[in-house]
């Protein structure tokens, strides 16, 4: 099932199912609770919604090993944690706006997002994935120089200005993905492939993830978890290719599809 988040044309935030066609129909309900029911009446959407509304976003880094490469660090021992701020969330054709604090530095990440849809602690990797909702398109957008050099020392503060977490445009159940490490993940800029690799290069597969970030501590519904990006940043490239206003960005994964923001 392909749910969406998104404001109808009478403003209202609403869920709906994406069909074959294209189309949306109406969710009564919270798909992700029991007792919503799916409805014949069709959805226009006004604007497009991250597909859940998160209550943490985590996020891994270097957890492909042609990124780690790339970046000329070691593979990591253990998974590299860091977080976002959740009001960074913004949704499929929604701008990715360039901080006025930033220098030329706004960098994609093209990411798989794993949904958690109830409360998740000290879970063993056997039986992670049943606590996932779904799977979902993410950029990981990033300010290179405030994550290197101002942000403390730590990578928080350069991920979470506002707009740097894209999400969408559905949230894929996992019915319709029986492996998470075989989908192709893919970034585009401006019509140009930037990304393109498999989920099988990850270091740290979903179950690991979930289980490792879910020891004593408490994963809330709604957390999100990006795993990681293949290689091809635009910081890693030479000459650099950062984004800019008047960009498009497009993140394409497996059957889920592909989230595309322009950047203002």
Sequence with gaps: MRIARV??????????????????????????SPGARLTDKLVAPQRWLPPIEPS????????????AEES???????????????????GHLEA??????????????????????KTCRDVSRDEALEY????????????RVWQQKRGGGQWVRGKSFDTFAPMGPVLLTPDEIPDPKALSIRCELNGEEMQAGTTSDMIFDVP???????????????????????????????PKRMLRKGDTVSVEIGSIGTLTNNVA
């Design 132 to 143: 996932v909702v779904g799977y979902t398109c993410a950029n990981d957008v990033s300010a």
């Design 72 to 90: 000329g660090a070691p593979l990591p021992e253990e998974p590299v944690v860091f977080m976002k701020n959740p009001a960074a969330a913004t």
């Design 96 to 117: 990715i706006r360039i901080p006025k604090v930033c220098e030329d530095e706004v960098d994609y990440e093209a990411e798989l997002a794993v949904v958690i849809d």
């Design 7 to 32: 404001i109808d044309r009478d403003d209202r935030t609403t869920w709906a199912v994406e069909q074959k066609d294209g189309q949306l129909l109406r969710i009564e309900g919270d798909p992700l």
């Design 56 to 67: 943490a976003i985590f996020c891994i880094g270097l957890n492909y090993r042609k990124h």
């Design 208 to 238: 690991t993830l979930v289980s490792f970030l879910s020891q004593d501590t408490t994963l809330a519904p709604g957390t999100v978890i990006l795993t990681g990006t293949p290689a091809g940043i635009g910081w890693a490239r030479e």
